[in-house]
C-alpha cells in the first residue's frame, strides 16, 4: 500500500503548535477611495445624509468605504475578515499565521498591524457556529476549524446533482439560500425544465448536509456556497439513460465555469438487464459517464461522488461514476471512523485508482427532511456532500490551489493515510491538517531528503536520496498511475519521453517513509 506515513508525521508535528487564532488589527494609511466627498448619495442612505445637515455635520474622509482594493489585496494572504470600519480605516483579522505581521506590514498602504487578541481553537467551546444536530459530524472532519477561521464556502459554486429536491425551497433550514440568492440555477434534465421543488427528496437530504443553516439546530459544512440544483435521476425507473442525463448535468456544470460538484447517484444495475453494468467494465475511463467526469476533472473541475451502498451485497465495489479515475471518491463509516460494512469498496483486479478516496460519516447520519424535521439516515450519498463541504470551504481558504492540489492535500490529511486500503481509501479528512499542508506550502518545495533534476523535464529525470530508493511511482493529476518501480538504488534515472507534456506527481519510498515531488514534463 502507498505510504504516506512521513508526510502525515510532518503535518501531525506542525498541527502540534498551531491551535492558536490570532486577531490583528489592521489600519490603512489612507482610502485613495474611488468615491466622492460630493456624491454621498453613493455611500450614504438620504435619511443619513439629512440628519447630518440638521446636525451642521460636514462629510469628510471619514464616511468614505474602506478601499476594497486594500481588501483584496491582504486576502491572498491565509486570514479571514472578522469586522471593518470605516470611521477608523481599519479591519481586524484572524489567522494562524502568527508571523503574518511581517507580510501584512509590507504593503505600502497598511499604516500598522496590532496583535488584539488570541483564541485556542482546539477547544470546542469555541467554535463560532452552534451546529445542532450535526455538530459531531462537522467535527469529526474538523470542518469546524476552517469554519472558525471565516471559511464557509464563500464564493465557491457547488452543483448537486441528484433525483429531486421536494420541499426545499419550502423548508425553514433553507430559507438563507433564497434570502441571500445562493440559488445560483436550477434544472431537471429528465423533464427538460426548471426544476419543481416536488419530485423527490434525496436531494433535499444531500443538500442539508452542505446547505442547511439554523443555528443551534442543524448547520451544513458549506453554508456560504452558491448553489446549483441540477435533477439527472429519474426515481421511478432506473435506465441507462439516466447516466446520460448525468453527463448532461456535468458538462452544463463546465459551461457554466462551476468548480464543485457532489454527485450522490450510482449505476451498475438496470431494470432491464442486457444493460446492467459488469464489474470489468470499471476500469476508470471506459464508460462513458466515467470518461465525461475525467474530462470535466481536466478541465478543472473538482468532482465528489458517493462510493454506493452495496458492500454488504453481491455486486461489493464502487459503481459508476465513482469508479471513474479523476473523481473523489467518498464512502462510508460511522463515528467512531470504523468502516460501514454496506459502504462499496474498490475494485483493484480492475482500476488501479484506489477507491475510495476518502470516507466520512454516513451510518446514522443526521440530516434534514423534506418536512422540515431533522432524522437519521444511512448511505454514502450523505457522507459525500460532507466532504463536499469540506473542498468547498478549503476553496475558499486557497482559491488558487488545482484540483489535484486540493485532492491530494485531503488524502495526506486523512487519518488512514499511512495505510490507504479498498475498505476506506485514506479515511476520514482532517480540514486543519490539510490546511496546514497548503500553509506549509508542500507543493512549492522540494522535500530536504530527494532530489529531482531536471524539473521540468523533456524527457530524462535523475532521481537522489540518501537512502535506497525502495519503491518509485508516477501519477498524472487525475491520481491515476502511470509507472511504477522497485529500484533500490541512491541515485535513479527515469526516461518520461513517453509521457504527454503536463504536470506529474512523483512519490518515492524508502525506509523513513515516503516523499511526493511535483514535477513537469514539457
Known sequence: MTNWLCILLTIISYCGFSQTEYHYLVKFKNKSSSYSLSAPEEYLSEKSINRRADYQVEIDSSDLPINTNYIDSLQQHALAIQAKSKWHNCIV????????????????FVESVELIGEVALNKKNNDKLDYGFNET?????????????????????????????????TNSFFDSLFIKNQIQSTYNFVTNQPINYSAHQHGTNVTSVLAANISG?????????QYHLLVSEDADKENKIEEFHLIEAIEYCDSAGIELI???????????????????????????????????????????????????????????????????????????????????????SVNSTLKPNVVGVGKHVYLVKEDGTVGISNGTSFSAPQITGLVSCLMEAFPGKKNWELK?????????????????????????????????????????????????????????????????????????????????FEIVKLNLTHLSSGIYLLQTNDEKGAEIIKIEVL
Request: glycine letters at 10%; a negative charge; charged letters at 15%.
Open 262 to 348: 457532489n454527485i450522490s447517484l450510482g449505476y451498475s444495475d438496470f431494470d432491464d438487464d442486457r444493460f446492467s453494468h459488469n464489474k470489468q467494465e470499471l476500469t476508470g475511463d471506459s464508460i462513458l459517464l466515467a470518461k465525461a467526469c475525467n474530462i470535466a476533472w481536466r478541465n478543472g473541475a473538482f468532482i465528489v461522488t458517493s462510493a454506493g451502498n452495496s458492500g454488504s451485497n453481491s455486486w461489493g465495489v464502487v459503481t459508476v461514476p465513482a469508479n471513474a479515475d479523476s473523481v473523489f471518491t467518498v464512502g462510508a463509516v460511522n463515528i467512531n471512523k470504523e468502516y460501514a460494512n454496506f459502504s462499496s469498496r474498490g475494485n483493484p
Open 408 to 488: 491530494a492535500a485531503i488524502e495526506y490529511s486523512s487519518h488512514n493515510s499511512a495505510t490507504p486500503d479498498s475498505l476506506i481509501g485514506h479515511g476520514i479528512p482532517n480540514f486543519e491538517n490539510a490546511y496546514l499542508y497548503f500553509k506549509n506550502d508542500k507543493f512549492s518545495k522540494d522535500t530536504t531528503e530527494v532530489t529531482v533534476y531536471p524539473n521540468p523535464t523533456s524527457g530524462d529525470l535523475t532521481i537522489t536520496n540518501h537512502l535506497p530508493i525502495k519503491e518509485i511511482v508516477l501519477f498524472d493529476t487525475r491520481g491515476k498511475q502511470i509507472m511504477r518501480s522497485f529500484p533500490g
Open 93 to 108: 483579522i484572524s489567522t494562524i499565521d502568527e508571523a503574518i505581521s511581517d507580510s501584512l506590514t509590507a504593503y505600502s
Open 137 to 169: 459530524q462537522i467535527e469529526r472532519a474538523n470542518i469546524n476549524f476552517g469554519h472558525n477561521l471565516g471559511y464557509i464556502g464563500n464564493g465557491v459554486e457547488i452543483a448537486v446533482i441528484d433525483a429531486g429536491f421536494s420541499g426545499l425551497s
Open 217 to 225: 439546530n442543524y448547520i451544513g459544512a458549506a453554508p456560504g456556497s
